[in-house]
C-alpha cells in the first residue's frame, strides 16, 4: 500500500534514535555518523533492523547531516547511496517486509541571513542536492526534522518539494517555552508548512513526551495533516561520564499512547529512546482507535514568529508601504533608502497594524529586486506578517520565496490571465490570495456581479487545489463622491459573500472618501459600517485617530473586548497619542515619543543604517564617543537583553540590535581621538571558548588602544590554548578576557589555569556583563574591571 493511503487510517511507527545508540557502538565525539553508513554498514543495518523488529514501519536513513556543507559531492553521494542500501537491506533481512525508507534531512549546522551568513537560496541550494541523491537511490519519502528556525525549515521544504515528488514530513524541534529557537510558535509553523504542501508535521527532540505534550495539542488543534510526535526519552543528564535519559520505555510509550488517543498520527522516538521504546509504543497504542483527521478550515497567515487567523476579530493591514501619493516615499524606492520603509514598517506596528501591506511598484525601478529586498530587510526587524502587494507575478514569485511565512498575497482577480498568473504561485509557495471582484469588463456596479465573479474566482482556484480558506474576498471600494450608491453596493457585496459564499473579505477603505473634506471621517464611519457586514480585514491607516477610534469601539460594541479593556487602555492613551499623531505624520514623527532616544530606538529595532547616521549626528553635535556607548549603545543593548531573558524578543531580534549596536561604534571607533603615538604595553585581548559576543571586549580594544597599548586581539570563543599560545609568543604582560555567559566562566578558569602554568609572567584582567569580583577571584584572575575604562585604569597602573 502507499504510504499516504496507509496513512488514512492507521497509525504508522518511526523509528527511535540513531545517534545515541551509534555512540553505544562505539562513535567517538566529533566523528561524522552519516560515514558509518559505508564505514560500519553492519552495525547500521543492525539498528535499523531492530528498529523494524521491534514495530517501526517507517525507519529514516542515517543522514541528518548529509549535506554539501559537511561533505564533499562525491562523498556525499556515497554516503546517501549506502545509507538507503543499508535501510533496504535490513528491510529485507527484517520480519516487517511493508516498511518505507524515509531520507532523514537535519538542519545544516548555519544559520541564515540576515541572522547568520548562509545566503537562503545557498541553503535551498544544499538540501536540494541531498534530496536529488535521496531520490535517485531510491528512498520513499522526506523526512525534514529537528528544524528549530522557520526559515531554514522553509528551505527544506522547497528543496523537497522542488527536487521531488514524493511526500514529505516536517517536525520542529521547540524548547520548553513552546517555539522554536527564531521565534515561532506551532501555529505559526502549521500555516508555514500547511500553505507549501507538506504532507504531515509535527514535532521532534529537545524535550521529553510530558513536555512536548501541550505543543503537540497545538498540533492536534490547528492542523488539517497527520500530527507527528517523536519525544526524546526525557531529558539527558550526565551519571559517570555516561547521557543517560529520564524517562523508561514503558513511561515513555504510556505518555505517547495517550495523544495517539488524541489523534496523533505518526510516532517514534528521538534521542535515548531505542528499539525497546518503539516495541513498547508500539504495544501500548494497540487497539486505540485510529481519529480522523478533520480539515480545521482557518484563514491564517504567519511570520517568522507571529500566526494572524482571520475571522474572529477585524484585522488591520497597515497601508503606509506604498508609493501612491507619497513623495518622500517614492524619493525613498529611487534612493535606495531602505531604512525609510522599515521604519515606517515598524511606526504602523507600534500602532497597532496587524499585518504590513507592502508595495513597492514605481515605472522606474526594477520592481522584482525591489520588493525582494524590502521584504527580506522587513520580515528581518518586524514581527508583523506581511501581504506582497504587486501586479507583477515575477516580483510576486521573488518575494514570496524569500518570505519567512506564509503570506498574505494582494492580489488575484477574476480576468483568466491574472489566475492563470497568480494561483501557481499560491499554491507553491502558500498564501493567503486577496481576491478583487474585477474582470475584463471592469468592476460590476451591482454587488450581485461582484459575487458572480468571486463565485468563479472560487471554481477556478479549486482547479489548482487553493481552498477556500486561502481565498479572501475584495469587494472594492469606490469613490462614493462620484456615486451615491457606491458604498451601498460595496456593503452589499461584503454581506452576500459573508453570507451566500462563506468566505472573509478584506477591504482598502479609504478610496471611499476620495475627493472629500475630512475625508477620515467618512472613511472611519464606511470602515465601522463594513465591520457591521462581516468585513475580515481592512487595508487601512493605523496612524489615523479617527479609524483607531472606530475599530476599538467596534470590538467593544460587538462583544470582542472583555470588559471594554482594549477600548479603556486605547482611550487612555489617547491624549498622548493626540499629540504625536495626525494622519499626515510619518513614521519619523511618531518614533520619538517612546523610547529615550532615537539611537536607543534604533538599535533595539535593529536598523543599521539608522543607527549609523544617529550616533554620527551625536557626534556632530559634540556628544563625545564613549558617552555614546555608556549612555545609548549599552542600555539598548541592556533592553533587548532583558526581553531575550523573559522571551519577549527572539534571537533574530537579538541578533539585528547587535548588528546596529555594532554599526554605531564602527562610528564611534572612526570618531575616536587618536591614541599615542609610541604604543605602551602589549595586552592580548580575547572573548573565551564557546562565547561569541564580542561588542564588549571591542569596546575594551578599542579604549585600551585610544590610552596607547598595542593590543593583540584574537577575536571570540578563542581556545585556551591559543590565548597561552599568543600570550608566550609575544610575552605579553597582560591578557585581557571577556565572557558573557555564566556557561563561559569555566573556560575562562580553564585559560587562567594554563597560563599560571606556561605563561606565569602574565597579569590576567577579565570582564563581561556575568562576572563579578567574587567569580574573578574565584577563577584566579588578578584583576577585575566592570567596564572599558576599569580595564585602562588597571593596565595603566601596572
Ligand atoms: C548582543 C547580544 C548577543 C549578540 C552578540 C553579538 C556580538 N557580536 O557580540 C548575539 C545575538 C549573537 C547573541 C547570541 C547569544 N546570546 Co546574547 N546577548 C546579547 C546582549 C543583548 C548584549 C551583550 C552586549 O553586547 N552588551 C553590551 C556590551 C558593551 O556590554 P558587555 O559585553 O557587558 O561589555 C562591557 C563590560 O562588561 C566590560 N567588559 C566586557 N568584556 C570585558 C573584558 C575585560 C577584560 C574587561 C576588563 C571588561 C570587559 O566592558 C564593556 C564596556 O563597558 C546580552 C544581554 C546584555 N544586556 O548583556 C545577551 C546575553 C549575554 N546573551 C545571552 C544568550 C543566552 C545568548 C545565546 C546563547 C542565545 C542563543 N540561544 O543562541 C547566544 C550565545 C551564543 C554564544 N555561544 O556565545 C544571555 C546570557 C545568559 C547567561 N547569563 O549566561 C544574555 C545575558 C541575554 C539574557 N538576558 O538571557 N547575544
Not at 510558535?185 to 504531515?200: Q, S, V, Y
Not at 489523534?263 to 486505540?288: D, H, M
Not at 573565551?688 to 571570540?716: A, M, P, Q, S, T
Request: hydrophobic fraction near 45%.
Amino acid at each position: 500500500m502507499k504510504l499516504l493511503e496507509l496513512l488514512k487510517n492507521n497509525i504508522l511507527y518511526l523509528d527511535g534514535g540513531m545517534g545515541t545508540l551509534l555512540q553505544k557502538r562505539g562513535l567517538c565525539a566529533g566523528e561524522l555518523p552519516e560515514r558509518w553508513n559505508i564505514t560500519h554498514s553492519d552495525v547500521i543495518v543492525d539498528i535499523h533492523r531492530a528498529y523494524l523488529d521491534a514495530g517501526s514501519n517507517v525507519i529514516s536513513t542515517n543522514t541528518f547531516g548529509a549535506n554539501l556543507l559537511k561533505f564533499s559531492e562525491d562523498e556525499l553521494e556515497q554516503i546517501i547511496s549506502a545509507a538507503v542500501s543499508n535501510a533496504r537491506r535490513a528491510i529485507k533481512l527484517s520480519t516487517q517486509k511493508n516498511a518505507f525508507v524515509a531520507l532523514d534531512i537535519g538542519p545544516v549546522g548555519k544559520m541564515l541571513r540576515p541572522y547568520g551568513d548562509l545566503d537562503f537560496e545557498d541553503a535551498v541550494s544544499v538540501f536540494s542536492r541531498t534530496v536529488e541523491l535521496g531520490v535517485k537511490y531510491g528512498v520513499d519519502l522526506i523526512v525534514i526534522e529537528t528544524m528549530n528556525d522557520s526559515y531554514e525549515t522553509k528551505a527544506a521544504l522547497l528543496a523537497a518539494k522542488e527536487s521531488s515528488s514524493l511526500p514529505v514530513f516536517v517536525s520542529n524541534a521547540y524548547g520548553e517555552d513552546g517555539k522554536l529557537m527564531t521565534g515561532a510558535d506551532p501555529l505559526t509553523m502549521i500555516a508555514l508548512l500547511e500553505g507549501m504542501g507538506a504532507d504531515a508535521i509535527g514535532v521532534n527532540c529537545s524535550l521529553g513526551p510530558v513536555a512536548l505534550a501541550p505543543i503537540v495539542r497545538e498540533y492536534l488543534k490547528y492542523s488539517s495533516l497527520p500530527v507527528i510526535m517523536k519525544a526524546n526519552a526525557g531529558l539527558p543528564s550526565v551519571e559517570n561520564g555516561v547521557t543517560v535519559f529520564d524517562v523508561d520505555a514503558i513511561s515513555f510509550a504510556k505518555q505517547v499512547a495517550e495523544l495517539v488517543g488524541e489523534g496523533v498520527r505518526i510516532v517514534g522516538g528521538c534521542c535515548g529512546t531505542t528499539p525497546e521504546y518503539i516495541a513498547a509504543l508500539a504495544s501500548a497504542t494497540q487497539g486505540i482507535d485510529v481519529k480522523p483527521i478533520e480539515a480545521k478550515n482557518i484563514t491564517v497567515v504567519s511570520s517568522y514568529c507571529r500566526a494572524v487567523c482571520f475571522g474572529k476579530r477585524p484585522v488591520l493591514i497597515g497601508e503606509r508601504i506604498n508609493p501612491t501619493g507619497k513623495k518622500r516615499f517614492k524619493e525613498a524606492l529611487r534612493s535606495g533608502d531602505i531604512d525609510y520603509i522599515l521604519k515606517e514598517g515598524i511606526a504602523q506596528e507600534e500602532k497597532g497594524a496587524h499585518i504590513l501591506d507592502v508595495n513597492v511598484g514605481l515605472p522606474e525601478i526594477d520592481e522584482v529586486q525591489m520588493l525582494r529586498r524590502v521584504v527580506c530587510e522587513l520580515q528581518a526587524v518586524s514581527p508583523l506578517p506581511l501581504q506582497i502587494d504587486t501586479s507583477d507575478a515575477f516580483a510576486m514569485e521573488a518575494a514570496l520565496r524569500r518570505y519567512n511565512g506564509k503570506a498574505m498575497i494582494n492580489s488575484v482577480n477574476g480576468k483568466p490571465e491574472s489566475m492563470a498568473a497568480v494561483f501557481p504561485l499560491v499554491k507553491k509557495y502558500g498564501g493567503v490570495v486577496v481576491a478583487l471582484t474585477l474582470d475584463e469588463s471592469g468592476i460590476p456596479e451591482r454587488a450581485e456581479g461582484r459575487v458572480e465573479i468571486a463565485r468563479r474566482i472560487l471554481c477556478e482556484a479549486e482547479k489548482y487545489g487553493i481552498s477556500k480558506n486561502d481565498i479572501i474576498f475584495d469587494p472594492l471600494a469606490l469613490t462614493v463622491s462620484a456615486d451615491d450608491n457606491a458604498a451601498l453596493e460595496t456593503l452589499r457585496a461584503i454581506e452576500m459573500i459573508t453570507n451566500e459564499l462563506g468566505c472573509l473579505t478584506s477591504l482598502g477603505v479609504s478610496n471611499v472618501s476620495f475627493g472629500l473634506p475630512s475625508r477620515e471621517a467618512v472613511t472611519a464611519a464606511f470602515f465601522t459600517m463594513a465591520l457591521t457586514k462581516g468585513l475580515s480585514a481592512a487595508i487601512m491607516n493605523p496612524y489615523s485617530i479617527d479609524m483607531q477610534k472606530a475599530y476599538y469601539s467596534f470590538l467593544a460594541l460587538s462583544g470582542l473586548d472583555t470588559s471594554c479593556g482594549e477600548y479603556i487602555g486605547f482611550a487612555s492613551s489617547l491624549s498622548a497619542l493626540n499629540s504625536a499623531i495626525s494622519s499626515s505624520a510619518t513614521a519619523t514623527d511618531l518614533q520619538k515619543e517612546e523610547y529615550k532616544s532615537e539611537l536607543q530606538r534604533a538599535i533595539i529595532k535593529g536598523l543599521c543604517t539608522d543607527a549609523a547616521r544617529l550616533c554620527a549626528e551625536l557626534i556632530a553635535a559634540s556628544v563625545s564617543p564613549l558617552d555614546i556607548v555608556q549612555n545609548e549603545v549599552i542600555p539598548a543593548l541592556d533592553i533587548v537583553g532583558v526581553g531575550f531573558e523573559k522571551k519577549t524578543v527572539y534571537l533574530p531580534s537579538l541578533l539585528m540590535s547587535a548588528e546596529a549596536a555594532k554599526a554605531a561604534f564602527e562610528v564611534v571607533k572612526a570618531n575616536m581621538p587618536a591614541g599615542e603615538k609610541n604604543a605602551k604595553a602589549t595586552v592580548v585581548i580575547a572573548t573565551v571558548k564557546g562565547d561569541i559576543h564580542d561588542i564588549g571586549k571591542n569596546i575594551v580594544k578599542l579604549l585600551l588602544e585610544n590610552y596607547g597599548f598595542c593590543v593583540v586581539d584574537l577575536g571570540r570563543d578563542v581556545a585556551p590554548s591559543a590565548i597561552v599560545d599568543k600570550v608566550v609568543e609575544l610575552h605579553a604582560p597582560v591578557v585581557a578576557l571577556s565572557a558573557l555567559m555564566t556557561t563561559t566562566v569555566p573556560a575562562m578558569e580553564e585559560t587562567i589555569k594554563l597560563l599560571r602554568v606556561d605563561a606565569p609572567f602574565v597579569k590576567v584582567i577579565v570582564g563581561g556583563a556575568v562576572l563579578t569580583q567574587e567569580y574573578a577571584d574565584m577563577i584566579g584572575a588578578d584583576a577585575y574591571a566592570k567596564d572599558a575604562m576599569g580595564a585602562v585604569r588597571y593596565v595603566e597602573g601596572l
